[in-house]
C-alpha cells in the first residue's frame, strides 16, 4: 500500500520559470492538503482541496500560485513566475476524510524547490 | 488565527537524559497532534491528544494535553539518538485545517 507520492523530490528552477509540483496521496484518499517548509521552521498551510474542488485556499499567496485536484490524477501545485523566496520544502497530505483527530493526514517526503 | 508555540526551538542533549518540549497557545484546541520529522522525510504522526488533561505513553515518550485544551507536552525519558529530529506539535484550526507550530529540533548525542 503505497504511501502519499510526491514528485520530483528535488526542482530547480530559475526566476520567472514555472514550477510544478505533484502529489498522489495514497489510495482511497479524496481529501488532499499542501504545506510549506522553510529551514528550521514548521509546516505553514497553504490550500487544502477534494477531488475537483477547492475547499480552503486561505494560506496560498493570491499571485503566481495556483493548484489542483482533477478526478482524475495527482493533484498539482503549480508556481509561476518563480522568485527565489519560492524556495522551500512543499509538502503534500493526504486523508481520506476531512482532517479531524480520527483521520489524521499522512504526509509525502516533499519536494524541495530551489530557485537560482 | 490560534498560533502554536513550540519551546525551546533547539535543544541538544547527551544520550540517557530526560527532556521535556512544550506546545502552548491561547486558544482551545478541539485535538492536538504530535509528529517527528526527520530530515529529508514528511512528518509521520506519533500521537493525537483529545481530552483535556489527557496523558498517552508511547514507549519513552509521553504526551500530555494540558486540562484547558490549550497546551501540550512531550516528555522523552533515557534519550537515544534515535530520538534525534524534529518534533511538531500540530491543532485544528477551525474544521478543517491543521496548523503546525514551529517545531523543536531535538540533537541527542552518543
Known amino acids: 500500500n503505497a504511501g502519499v507520492m510526491q514528485n520530483p523530490r528535488h526542482l530547480v528552477r530559475r526566476r520567472g520559470q514555472e514550477a510544478r509540483l505533484r502529489c498522489s496521496p495514497m489510495k482511497g484518499h479524496s481529501h488532499v492538503y499542501w504545506y510549506r517548509q522553510l529551514p528550521e521552521e514548521g509546516l505553514k498551510f497553504m490550500v487544502y482541496l477534494q477531488k475537483e474542488n477547492i475547499i480552503d485556499e486561505s494560506g496560498m499567496p493570491k499571485e503566481r500560485f495556483s493548484a489542483e485536484f482533477p478526478k482524475e490524477g495527482p493533484s498539482i501545485l503549480r508556481i509561476q513566475q518563480v522568485v527565489r523566496g519560492d524556495s522551500a520544502a512543499y509538502f503534500c497530505?493526504?486523508?481520506?476524510?476531512?482532517?479531524?483527530?480520527?483521520?489524521?493526514?499522512?504526509f509525502g517526503n516533499g519536494t524541495r524547490l530551489t530557485v537560482t | 488565527t490560534q498560533l502554536l508555540e513550540q519551546s525551546p526551538q533547539f535543544l541538544s542533549i547527551q544520550e540517557g537524559e530526560n527532556l521535556t518540549v512544550y506546545c502552548n497557545s491561547s486558544s482551545v484546541f478541539s485535538s492536538l497532534q504530535w509528529y517527528r520529522q526527520e530530515p529529508g522525510e514528511g512528518p509521520v504522526l506519533l500521537v493525537t491528544v483529545v481530552t483535556g488533561g489527557e496523558v498517552k505513553k508511547l514507549k519513552r515518550l509521553t504526551f500530555q494535553f494540558g486540562d484547558a485544551r490549550k497546551d501540550s507536552s512531550l516528555h522523552i525519558t533515557a534519550a537515544q539518538p534515535g530520538d534525534t529530529g524534529l518534533y511538531l506539535c500540530a491543532g485544528l484550526q477551525g474544521a478543517q485545517k491543521l496548523v503546525f507550530g514551529q517545531g523543536t529540533r531535538l540533537t541527542i548525542n552518543p
Open positions: 497530505a493526504s486523508s481520506p476524510l476531512r482532517a479531524s483527530y480520527n483521520s489524521p493526514l499522512h
